[in-house]
């Protein structure tokens, strides 16, 4: 008799391990097929342990209240709303015609945005003193790096929709400074001193942060700056990713943009994407990122696999945002009759992806076939290359 033969049932994939390697090593406790055998029985898929089960991946940006204001609005998705979100948080803002986004820097993270609908202006300074100004429609995204200060302002005529993206889920309560909030806890005598601003003029400034307020749209635009000697930066902070020539699957398309065509986006990469009614994205996993999803129209059904027999479905639509962690596997199911369309954010500046398709067909023949016990002729059905997004 075997002398493991008792201790089957209590086989931890360690033991598998431990006892693999000590056959390899000749001690030949349990020859590869025995090994094999056992393995039914043990029933990884079954048992999470002492896992936790797979943290919540769905929220409902929309449908929280926010920040409201006379000239805009701010609803936010940081780890305070959404802990799963450490390393990207969201903002999704609204802004009146006129209605202005004060001065500000984030100490903590970059902040990139992709415009919705409407047409936003942004100034921001980089370190060396160079400013840029760019107009901002429906489709581009903008990026300004960590502790660039920057302003915004809807010029349009309409209501201005966009959503700020953070390469950090704890930007907000930790890292944003705004200019009226500084200059309110700063002693009137140095705001004076420093901005040459009579006392009369620094006791009439705000008395705490406005954070958005309303604006008048400026006669020209661009407006000259404050000083007229300024070289403006060489590095746009501006990308029209609703320009670029999508990836087409037969399910559908994606636009993808990192660093490489990006420059300044050191830190993310965007991903916008449209399944048609039915299609399926793709079972994939990240190496290198989180993916941050917010939809703008359509539904489609999120699974996320997260080892040790875990996996969870969420449905999501308008208005909500869905994570994956960085490496955990997962795929969409487009659900219903409207077109699912969806942008994704990964905190880094490289797209990385590895599908199930992609994979299997990186393997030998036979390693596939003993691996899911399948027979050899069924194999020339198995994709040869990565699918992206099935019809
Ligand atoms: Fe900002
Ligand atoms: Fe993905």
Redesign the pocket.
Known sequence: MNPNEGKRSKLTRRDLLGTASLAGLGGALLSAPELRSQEPQYQVGKDPGTHQPIADFRFDLEATRGWVGEAGSAKEATVAEFPVSEHIAGVSMRLKPGGI?EL?W?AIAA?WALVLKGAVMATVIAPNGAPATDIFEAGDIWY?PKGHG?ALQNIGKDEAHFV?GFDDGHFSEFG?FSITDWVAQTSPSVVSRNLGLSQATVAGLPKKELYILPGTVPATIPEPYLADDLETSQNPHKFRLGKMAPIVFPGGWERIVTAREFPINTTLTSVMQYLEPGALREMHWHPNADEWQYYISGRARLTVFGAHGRARTEELGPGQVGFIQQGFGHYLEQVGSEPTKFFALFNSPTFEEISISKWLAANPRSLIADNFGIAKDELNRLPKKALGILK
């Open positions: 986004r500000h984030h902040e300004f920057h700020l944003t």
